[in-house]
């Protein structure tokens, strides 16, 4: 009896990093299966798109392949991947497919990379500076306390530095870990030659139209990337944060509630 051989064919893999340090993310996370699409974690750390209904042609036909296949990218999925620990917050993401071969931006053969924004409890190292994030509608007589924004953007910058994207909870609350922060800078000439606080700039990007402004909840899980695209058509203010190797800090966005 002869063998019959098993082929799989597949449509795309994705890579969910820490964005700290570009590690893997190999447990902790589930993508959801939406429209149809089936996706599974494979022994390489990687999530696989295995089947999607509008590409069914192209995974199930190998000898007789179909007469016409749709263009590369015609299609764009929404996918939403969840957090199952405190360590990285839940998120969404666009994948374009069918991915092209040999492509700079979309490779078929190269998973999508995906950074994971940093939950409560994201792993850290010594040395790392840790910037808290909390961001809230302004107090009123009527709302004492302000109210805590789910789901807005924060994301760190400093010359040199990696930025970071997380993005704040229910509570209102932002993780931000800055690995690489120098011990000592050159100072600007006016004061001391040296200086040990690192000038980070904290920004925001609030969707007001997606949030429920009288809990303050996020109508609809975010995509950091898509956010951050549409930063200058959003709320967006930021504030600077001196920081130091090893040191933690807080910081406060009071948005005005009209």
């Known amino acids: ?27 902790g996370l589930e993508v959801v299966e939406e429209g149809g699409c089936r996706w599974f974690p494979n022994r390489s750390g990687l999530w696989v798109l295995a089947e999607e209904p509008r590409l069914t042609a ?3 036909s190998f000898l007789a392949p179909p007469a016409s296949t749709p ?38 053969f190269k998973p999508l990379v995906v950074p994971m924004p940093p939950g409560p409890l994201a792993p850290t190292r010594p040395g790392w500076g840790m910037a808290r994030v909390r961001v809230r509608l302004a107090p009123t007589p009527a709302f004492p306390e302000g109210t805590p924004l789910e789901g807005v953007l924060v994301r760190s910058g400093a010359p040199g530095l990696t930025s970071i994207n ?20 050159a100072g600007d000439g006016s004061a001391a030659v040296l200086e040990a606080d690192t000038p980070l700039r904290i920004q925001i990007v609030f ?10 909840r996020r109508l609809r899980l975010p995509d950091p990337d898509d956010l951050w695209t549409r930063r ?12 130091r190797v090893g040191e933690q800090k807080s910081i406060l966005f009071d948005l005005p509630r009209s």
């Open 71 to 108: 263009a590369a990218r015609a299609f764009t999925l929404d996918v939403t991947v969840r957090s199952r620990t405190g360590a990285w917050q839940s998120r969404r993401f666009s994948l374009a497919i069918p991915r092209p071969p040999k492509s700079r931006t979309d490779d078929l």
């Open 232 to 243: 200058n058509a959003l709320v967006s203010p930021s504030q600077r944060l001196p920081l």
């Open 207 to 216: 969707e007001r139209a997606a949030t429920d402004l009288a809990t303050g």
């Open 58 to 60: 192209l995974t199930e």
């Open 1 to 27: 009896m002869t063998a019959r051989p098993i082929e799989n064919r597949y449509i795309a893999a994705v890579r969910f990093v820490d964005p700290c340090t570009g590690a893997t993310i190999s447990d």
């Open 166 to 185: 997380s993005l704040t909870s229910a509570l209102g609350e932002a993780l931000l870990p800055v690995p690489g922060i120098p011990l000592f800078r």
